[in-house]
């Protein structure tokens, strides 16, 4: 102790980004708090409650049931309901015990990292990317690795770039895949994600696969499951999206078979597990397929608007989404600081969008994210502020 008493101060490992749409949200809530109207195209979201099954299903469980602890990886019903997820969606035959429930995907990423990395571990991800990943893996001390992704290859990593590394003699641990991506909506092919599964199963580079927007795709790709391929990785999948259920904060990994004990011990020490009540709605959301693919069919129809309002206005450097429900512009044309430009739009018009600066600490100046989750009033509010602001 000094004799100006204890010095507290933070950890260096906090020292990490913001999540920089978070500032956006509150800058669109002060506005419309303040009685202006906004055209919120920012938060990954759908506007949509959960689905009814699941609401039923709290409902009888709040009346008739304890619902305290769990075990640590969840009701073993809701993991054999996620088992039997693979079968019916990719023809796979899963092991109910490699499913762990976790709080929301984003505590599954902390497991998966936790019990496959130590620090100083080099972890790869495409640039753009979640924002997430990269902070995350930077406060378990990873060293991150990232390619360089644009249109060429649909921002998504490729073997060619795993293999570029390999031959310059530089080692990766770790790989964070997302197909559908996040800002992009790109997705890669099933013969891509084979590739790149197996190219990491053979050469001992952990694959995680972002898979939570699975089942939210507009038919020009097919959704491929990593573990089809290869099990040495992660898969990470999430109700937030498809299920329409971010707020429960309830999500799921499959682990590979080696790293099983681990994870265990983690989500036990760091979670205890999680939320009973959301794992209830969850096994009542595996019912709901017809009322969530409805949502889809909504989803689509916004790209629809969206791509040809953008278009019509000159914002027309976009790679149509394959999946998820984002569109990631490139408005260089525009402006040459699209976080200035964001912030300008909002104020003149109310219209919000995300920087690009959240996904790509490079580049992302050039670009602005999308999302169209919302409904189709809030998008064609938002496509007449831009062609306002655009044509001033
Ligand atoms: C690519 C991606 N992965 C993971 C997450 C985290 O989702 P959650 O923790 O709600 O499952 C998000 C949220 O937007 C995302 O876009």
């Known amino acids: 102790m000094s004799e100006a008493g204890p010095s507290f101060g933070p950890s260096t490992r906090s020292n990490i980004d913001p999540f920089r749409v978070m500032q956006v949200l509150a800058a669109a809530e002060a506005r419309r708090a303040s009685g202006d109207a906004v055209f919120a195209l920012t938060a990954g979201q759908p506007a949509t409650r959960a689905p009814k099954p699941a609401i039923d299903a709290v409902h009888r469980a709040l009346d008739e049931q304890v619902l305290g602890y769990t075990q640590a990886p969840g009701l073993p019903e809701l993991r054999a309901g996620i088992a039997a997820l693979y ?6 035959d899963v092991d109910p015990d490699a499913v762990y429930l976790t709080t929301g995907s984003s505590s599954g990423f902390i497991l998966a990292f936790l019990s496959a990395f130590d620090t100083g571990d080099r972890v790869a991800m ?42 310059d003699g530089i080692d990766l641990d770790g790989l964070v895949l997302a197909s559908p991506a996040n800002p992009t909506g790109s997705m890669l092919p099933p013969a891509e994600v084979d590739a790149i599964a197996r190219y990491c199963g053979r050469n ?25 391929s290869d099990r040495t990785g992660f898969v990470v999948n999430s109700f937030s999206k498809y299920h329409s259920m971010t707020g429960w904060r309830i999500g799921w990994l499959l682990v590979p078979d080696d790293l099983r004990d681990r994870v265990d011990a983690l989500a036990g020490n760091l979670t205890i597990c999680p939320p009973a009540v959301s794992q209830v709605a969850a096994l009542g959301a595996l019912q709901a397929t017809a009322e969530c693919d409805a949502h889809v069919v909504r989803y689509a129809a916004n790209r629809e608007l969206l791509l040809d309002g953008l278009t019509a206005i000159g914002i027309d450097k976009v790679a149509p989404p394959d999946g998820a429900f984002y569109l990631y512009a490139d408005i260089s044309a525009l402006t040459p600081d699209s976080s200035i430009w ?7 018009t109310g219209v919000a969008v995300v920087p690009g600066l959240d996904f790509d600490l490079t580049d992302g100046h050039r670009f602005i994210r999308m999302c169209f989750a919302g409904d189709e009033a809030e998008i064609r509010g938002a496509l007449a502020g831009l062609r306002a602001f655009v044509s001033d």
């Not at 001992?204 to 089809?228: F, K, M, N, P």
């Open 126 to 167: 495409a640039r753009p990317g979640y924002p997430a990943y990269r902070n995350a893996l930077t406060a378990f001390g990873c060293e991150l690795v990232e390619f360089a992704c644009g249109p060429e290859t649909r921002f998504q990593p490729t073997v060619a770039m795993l293999q570029q590394y390999a031959d």
């Open 87 to 92: 079968c019916d969606r990719y023809g796979l």
């Open 204 to 228: 001992g580079i952990r694959l995680i696969s972002d898979e939570i927007y699975h089942g939210i795709t507009y038919g020009t790709v097919q959704q491929a499951c990593s573990w089809a």
């Open 342 to 348: 964001a912030a300008e739009l909002l104020a003149a």
